[in-house]
Nanobody, 118 residues
Framework: QVQLVESGGGLVQAGGSLRLSCASS????????MGWYRQVPGKLRELVAA???????NYANSVKGRFTISRDNAKYTVYLQMTSLTPEDTAVYYC????????????WGQGTQVTISS
């Protein structure tokens, strides 16, 4: 069982920054790619960013240059640093894991709300 625990969501003004964290167990973290998805009501959940065990990253076009995904292999934690936030980034953000970047949406965290005010 892969457990993912997110933290770091909240309310920030447009143009601000926020960092999300997702903690996992050691055994799960070492073998899984990690990622972040987001979802707004009425829309499909979309991949925001993903990172492989070896550090290869993948980003949605809408966040390239603004968001950075990273993983701390000593803390079994993946981060999503978000900058230049806009109201369009408002969503519930979910941490995810999977055997590789293509299947990173196999396991899910509970989600954390990110709200950007204009």
């Amino acid at each position: 069982q892969v457990q993912l625990v997110e933290s770091g969501g909240g309310l920030v003004q447009a143009g601000g920054s926020l960092r999300l964290s997702c903690a996992s167990s050691e055994s799960a973290f070492r073998v899984n790619a990690m990622g972040w998805y987001r979802q707004v009501p009425g829309k499909l959940r979309e991949l925001v960013a993903a990172i492989s065990v070896g550090g290869i990253t993948n980003y949605a076009n809408s966040v390239k240059g603004r968001f950075t995904i990273s993983r701390d292999n000593a803390k079994y934690t993946v981060y999503l640093q978000m900058t230049s936030l806009t109201p369009e980034d408002t969503a519930v953000y979910y941490c995810a894991a999977g055997s590789n970047i293509a299947t990173v949406g196999t396991y899910w965290g509970q989600g954390t709300q990110v709200t950007i005010s204009s």
